[in-house]
């Protein structure tokens, strides 16, 4: 039996994913006993693990009766999408209480599918199609009816980030998709052992409705009103904000108006989790690099530096601005938006501000996914260069 569950772990993943966004999505929480609420002492236990590879799989018994009113369960396994469970139907035949473990599973038969889809963390249907006479096709509602202990279900997902994860944050760059637009962007991911969030921003847009393409999948809409608009996605969800039910990184992020791509992150992606740091392989060297930023002369007195400092363990790149008009200023590596500097008047009167990556990253940092070696920095008031500097390459 162990040996056909396996099988069916590793072979069952040929599903194509929805191109439809879910309200939520099926998450280690969802694992417990379902109950069919029509039907008599009859429901799904369901579990839901991972394979060596990282994939998120199902894999439910179902507990009903036979045609003599006897007891009888099926097995069912296959992959996880999004809100959906689609799991292939086997039924053991000819086997005897307490029976001897045998080599093979001559006796385990494949019988149909039986497939799971939940419109929460508490409801869901299972529909099913056999090749058994007895059994057939149909479909059933169920509910939960157990939780695992000390824990609640968002439906989104933070209800899979591990325990000891270290907090990340990551910003991508948003860019033009067409010729001669002034649009930007940026979108940010944030990771905690709490909660994970998720947001995407553009300004400089024309006023209107626009949708959040990831992965190729509508999640959500974004309104633009004097040139501005941002959706902010959270894991618990909170007030004023949209269940992130869906796993952006690793894919493109996309904002569509109704004639296509308005804004994209082409290449540029966050970084996938499960490294508990949000490392990358870029080779930055051993050498410690600093620089000061070029005055472009929009603000007299605006001065600056950037920073880059390899060492065995981890690498930090730094910029730093001062003596500019408290604000948030836009950060520009290599063409891309990678962050904002926020500058604030200190106690002692100084004003200045400054923006921190690191790789591995760590709190209150953000992670250093790229190489500013050879690269053009702009630190931008709205869309005006006011400091700039070539970063050597060594």
């Known amino acids: 039996m162990r040996k056909t569950v396996i099988f069916l772990l590793l072979s069952a993943l040929l599903f194509p994913p929805s191109l439809i966004a879910d309200d939520v999505m099926v998450t280690r929480h969802f694992t417990g006993l379902w109950d069919q609420p029509e039907h008599e002492s009859q429901g799904i236990n369901l579990q839901i693990i991972d394979q060596d590879s990282g994939d998120k799989v199902a894999v439910a018994y179902w507990y009903t009766y036979d045609d003599n009113m006897e007891s009888a369960w ?7 999408r999004g809100n959906r469970i689609e799991m292939v139907l086997y039924e053991g035949q000819g086997i005897g209480f307490l029976e001897s473990d045998m080599e ?12 799971m889809e939940f ?20 479909s059933f ?16 997902i933070s209800d899979d980030t591990p325990a000891n994860v270290l907090g990340t944050e990551q910003r991508i760059g948003l860019s033009p998709a067409r ?37 190729g999948v509508d999640r959500g809409g974004l309104v ?25 990184r690793g894919q493109t992020i996309e904002v569509h108006d109704d004639q ?26 051993t050498v410690e690099i600093e620089v000061d930023l070029s005055n472009t002369g929009v603000y007299t007195l605006a001065s600056g530096d950037a920073k880059l400092e390899p060492r065995d363990d981890r690498t930090d790149f730094s910029v730093e601005i001062e003596d500019v008009p408290v604000g948030d200023y836009t950060l520009r590596v290599g063409g891309n938006v990678v962050g904002t500097i926020t500058v604030v008047q200190l106690a002692d009167g ?24 050879g690269q053009q920095i702009d630190v931008l008031e709205g869309s005006t260069i006011i400091l700039e500097v070539m970063f050597p390459e060594g």
């Open 74 to 80: 099926f097995l069912a396994a296959g992959p996880v």
């Open 260 to 285: 296509g791509v308005v804004l994209t992150s082409d290449d540029s992606v966050i970084d996938g989790g499960g490294d508990n740091g949000g490392g990358s392989d870029i080779d930055f060297g």
């Open 350 to 373: 100084s004003v200045e501000g400054e923006l921190e990556f690191r790789n591995p990253v760590e709190p209150g940092k953000v992670l250093l996914d790229f190489d500013p070696r």
């Open 224 to 248: 633009v009103t004097m040139g501005v608009g941002e959706t902010e996605f959270r894991s618990p969800v909170e007030a004023g904000k949209v269940l992130l039910a869906f796993d952006p």
């Open 104 to 115: 093979g599973n001559d006796r385990i038969v494949e019988v149909g599918s039986l497939e």
């Open 119 to 138: 419109s929460s963390c508490t409801e869901g249907t299972a529909t099913f199609s056999t090749t058994l006479p007895s059994v057939g096709s149909g």
């Open 141 to 156: 509602p169920v509910e939960r009816f157990t939780d695992l202990f000390n824990t609640s279900c968002s439906g989104g």
């Open 179 to 215: 010729d001669g637009s002034l649009a930007s962007g940026h979108a940010d991911f944030e990771e905690r052992p709490d909660r994970t969030e998720f947001s995407v921003e553009v300004e400089d847009m024309t006023d209107g409705n626009y949708r959040i393409i990831v992965g």
